[in-house]
């Protein structure tokens, strides 16, 4: 029987990947998104790294298949519904889950880094 090891992220060096929001979906600023994924299992549709942006408001839609756990590193942040409704704060050390089909607006009211979880449906199409 094979074991499979356990993971350590700091022996790992993943691929760092850069983006900007996408133009429709700005509302403030421009914010860089620099992502690095170090886990990843597609059979059973889970995802981990961490995340860092500077300061910038933007429209966010998740996938009716996907929830997201974070844990905020540094930095604020403010998720909220469309409208700016029901504004959810998070700060350093603070932990939340984006649930799936959620819409809304993410604000990062101060450059933030997150670490993250998402999790997908085995045989959901990715959003």
Do not use: C
Not at 46 to 60: K, L
Not at 72 to 96: H, K, Y
Not at 104 to 125: D, H, P, Q, R
């Amino acid at each position: 029987m094979q074991s499979n090891p356990v993971i350590r992220f700091s022996d790992i060096t993943p691929e760092t990947t850069s983006q900007h929001p996408d133009e429709a979906n700005r509302i403030k600023g421009n914010p860089l998104r620099i992502a690095r994924e170090y886990f990843a299992n597609d059979t059973h549709g889970v995802r981990a790294g961490t995340w860092e942006a500077g300061e910038g408001i933007y429209r966010i839609a998740l996938g009716a298949d996907k929830h997201e756990l974070f844990h905020i590193l540094t930095g604020r942040v403010i998720i909220s519904e469309p409208d700016g409704g029901n504004p959810r704060q998070f700060v350093a050390g603070d932990t939340g889950v984006i649930p799936p089909g959620f819409k809304g607006v993410f604000e990062i009211v101060e450059a933030a880094s997150k670490f993250w979880v998402v999790t997908e449906l085995k045989g959901s199409a990715t959003a």
